[in-house]
């Protein structure tokens, strides 16, 4: 079974909270990609939609939409998610994993994309 901290973001108030998911509703992650819509019954947000935005592994590796599959790769990164130059031209090859939830991600970030989020609910869950 895989356990998820999902972390919810409302663009348009700017509040976050972070949930602990597992069993049944973790379910409902495993197999996604980052983009795609998820219900918010999962987090315990009814009549909203989430979509995954990005996500971390065991070892903090970031998930980069550009690579397919759930598995690691080694990309040559100039600049975005997973690599910040420190000088202008600076590439480095880095470990990344591919777009696709897997069990081995422990960290999801998504953000509400439809409905009415009520972060004060699930402060009073913790």
Do not use: H
């Amino acid at each position: 079974m895989a356990d998820f901290k999902v972390v919810v973001s409302d663009p348009e108030t700017g509040r976050t909270a972070q949930v602990e998911v597992d069993g049944q509703d973790a379910n409902r992650f495993l197999g996604r990609e980052l983009g795609d819509e998820v219900d918010g019954e999962a987090v315990s947000l009814d009549g909203t939609t989430l979509e995954l935005t990005g996500g971390s592994d065991t070892a903090g590796r970031p998930l980069r939409s550009d690579i397919t599959g759930a598995g690691l790769k080694k990309v040559l990164l100039e600049d975005g998610v997973g690599y910040q130059p420190s000088r202008d031209g600076e590439r480095k090859r880095v470990t990344v994993r591919g777009r696709e939830i897997s069990e081995e991600v422990v960290q999801i970030n998504a953000k509400v994309t439809s409905g009415d989020a009520d972060f004060d609910a699930l402060s009073d869950e913790e």
